[in-house]
């Protein structure tokens, strides 16, 4: 069994419709992260929680509306999203949020038409 | 901001050669890691380096912490096809805010 599952493991949407990705760890971490790879770029970082709080919001658009309600799952939902919202989003999670390893989830590859 | 500049972007090197890549950042680092990703999946850890001057091994994998704590480096040695794969550096540091930067990713191919 994986320490991070992510499901669906691909979605496709159109711009209208709401969608939510669920992440799950499984390695008595405290933090879990939201990431969104785009292709040529390095991971960009969209929301870090600690302890079900969120500590961290990277001027992520409000379409993209997280929600940690235990320290074992993360959800992100999504809303009105647009096409240049494609790409693989990558759950985390780590002991703490100071230098601490991160483990990822397989991601879920998201295709917005 | 915080760059993260990782080099080779990709590599293209026949069976049982050595790899190296290598990451630089503008500021020092207190933690560096090496990921390994396969298509369709999300990010394995490989190496996790925690001082300056550290030299770690996870098999075939060697990574080193550069001294003047700006850089890192990760060795592959005998490339085996199941190499194939994007390898990236992260770090974070005290001028990261708490969060990890990561470099833009090596492409390895690996010829037989």
Not at chain 2, 27 to 46: A, M
Not at chain 2, 76 to 105: H, K, R
Request: proline share 6%; net charge negative.
């Amino acid at each position: 069994e994986t320490g991070v599952t992510q499901t669906p493991r691909h979605l496709v949407m159109g711009m209208t419709n709401k969608k939510s990705l669920k992440c799950e760890q499984h390695l008595g971490h405290n933090a879990m992260y939201w990431y969104k790879q785009s292709a040529k770029k390095p991971l960009e970082l969209m929301f870090v929680y600690s302890l079900e709080e969120r500590v961290e919001n990277n001027s992520v658009p409000s379409r993209f509306s997280p929600e940690c309600p235990n320290s074992s799952h993360l959800f992100l939902h999504l809303h009105t999203l647009q096409p240049e919202d494609s790409a693989l989003y990558l759950c985390a999670s780590s002991h703490g949020t100071s230098g601490e390893t991160q483990y990822f989830g397989p991601g879920t590859r998201l295709l917005v038409l | 901001g915080q760059q993260l500049n990782q080099s080779p972007q990709s590599m293209f090197i026949q069976e049982g050669e050595d790899v190296s890549m290598n990451c630089t950042s503008s500021s020092i680092f207190n933690t560096w890691l090496w990921y390994k990703q396969d298509p369709g999946e999300g990010p394995v850890l490989l190496i996790a380096l925690y001082k300056a001057g550290e030299l770690t091994s996870n098999g075939r994998l060697t990574a080193q912490f550069g001294i003047t704590r700006k850089d890192s480096f990760l060795n592959i040695s005998a490339s085996i096809p199941s190499d194939v794969g994007i390898y990236f550096c992260a770090g974070d540091g005290p001028n990261t805010g708490n969060q990890f930067y990561f470099g833009t990713g090596t492409s390895l191919t690996v010829i037989p």
